[in-house]
């Protein structure tokens, strides 16, 4: 199963990227756990600055923005 | 080039409306029709033209650009980078930490976020196609001038004492964030993206700033501001940058009332100190900024900025009479 994190001080544009991966992992029939990373030594330690973040399995693949519908797909289908 | 949007307004305003041009509410409708119209387009195009463009410009990059450089270098490159970077405000506070985490001086950083939220393109263009590209550029000139010597100042009384202790703590790591968007499809998707996200996020300062300039516009009568706001009056100016402070919109959301005061005779180093008081100090910033100031820094920053405001006014409004 795979693990969302999304990196993000809990600004709106946050809980609307982890709000769009609950919705997208549903629509598929995706097993995802969602986790929202708060702690701004955490989020750093990823190295990202600009918020929200997206990590899957640690690995960083988004950051500075709400991901696109599309983009989220790809990360639950890849 | 701009003519189309005033037609539109005239036929509007006095054609369907049937309003009389020469009546108040005739030119505060015709103001708001034409602004509404203008400032809207030039917005989306814009905004979806530079988001092709700066996908690539990231906040994580910049970091990695300016850290290292000699100050003659890194302190123009912040103010420079800080106006054409998007960043929503909710970042600062990670920007903030991930560039003293670099090794970016304060001062640096500070001018970084000074320069921010005061200059960006899209408030340059839009200043540009209502007062002219003259009145653009010295706004964009003061803003990063006030960039540099705010950072400066901060660094020259060594403040790095009122930042937050955690803040030195943290440690940043290393990624390398995979660029989704490479093709022309994804980049058209990303732009058409920003132009939802920022008009979404700025239209209604920008629909207040219009209402309320067809409103000085077309109800104010210009001995008013003769009276109050002449360059004579010594006042205008820490008055103008004092009212700005409270008041909270984005750049673009200004810029009707801008219009509308120049119209009126306001002389220019006034009308430039309400603008960069309105975008650049502004309440919520100050309290996402808490978090890695300490309330002496963040009461230094305000003052610098004030100091730096009234200084941009009188010297605009004595060179420029």
């Known amino acids: 199963m795979k693990t969302f994190k999304v990196l993000g001080s809990g600004c709106c544009n946050c809980n609307t990227t982890a709000d769009l991966i609950d919705r997208k992992a ?20 990823y ?15 988004h950051a500075g923005g709400t991901p696109t519908p599309a983009q989220v797909e790809d990360w639950i289908k890849a | ?6 037609r539109l307004a005239d036929w509007l305003a006095y054609g369907i409306f049937g309003l009389d041009p020469a009546s108040s509410l005739g030119h505060a409708v015709h103001f ?52 054409v970077t998007p960043f929503c405000s909710c970042s600062s506070v990670p920007l903030f930490i ?29 200043l540009a196609a209502a007062v002219g590209w003259k009145v653009a550029a010295l706004y964009v000139f003061a803003g990063l001038s ?32 995979q660029q989704t968007s490479t093709t022309f499809k994804d980049k058209l998707i990303y732009s058409w993206g920003q132009v939802k996200e920022i008009v979404g996020k700025i239209w209604i300062y920008v629909l207040v700033g219009i209402a309320l300039g067809a409103v000085l516009h077309g109800f104010v009568p210009q001995e008013f501001f003769l009276k109050y706001a002449s360059a004579d009056n010594l006042f205008a100016v820490p008055s103008a940058v004092i009212i700005g402070i409270p008041l909270y ?50 009461a230094t920053f305000t003052g610098i900025l004030f100091v730096a405001f009234i200084g941009v006014g009188y010297l605009f409004n004595a060179l420029l009479i």
């Open chain 1, 26 to 45: 549903k629509e598929l029939g995706v097993d995802v756990t969602i986790e929202k990373v708060t702690e701004m030594g955490d989020i750093l330690g």
């Open chain 1, 47 to 61: 190295g990202v600055m600009s918020t929200p973040g997206v990590v899957v399995d640690e690995v960083v693949v």
């Open chain 2, 1 to 6: 080039m701009f003519a189309i949007f005033t």
């Open chain 2, 32 to 83: 708001f029709i034409e602004d509404v119209t203008k400032i809207f387009f030039l917005l989306s195009v814009i905004v979806f033209a530079i988001g092709y463009f700066r996908s690539m410009l990231t906040p994580e990059r910049v970091r990695k650009v300016v850290a290292g450089r000699s100050r003659a270098v890194s302190y123009p490159m912040a103010v420079g980078l800080g106006a």
């Open chain 2, 98 to 126: 991930g560039f003293l985490e670099a090794g970016i001086p304060l001062g640096v950083t500070m001018a970084f976020l000074i320069a921010s939220p005061m200059i960006n393109e899209v408030a340059v263009v839009v």
């Open chain 2, 146 to 177: 006030v960039g540099i010597v705010g950072g400066l100042v901060i660094e020259y009384f060594k403040l790095e004492k009122w930042v937050e202790d955690y803040v030195w703590k943290i440690r940043m790591g290393e990624t390398n964030i």
């Open chain 2, 249 to 298: 919109s984005n750049a673009t959301g200004v810029i009707p009332i801008v219009e509308a005061l120049m119209a009126k005779g306001v002389p220019i180093g006034t009308v430039l100190a309400l603008m960069m008081s309105v975008a650049a100090i502004s309440l919520p910033e100050i309290i996402i900024l808490r978090k890695v100031l300490k309330p002496k820094l963040i």
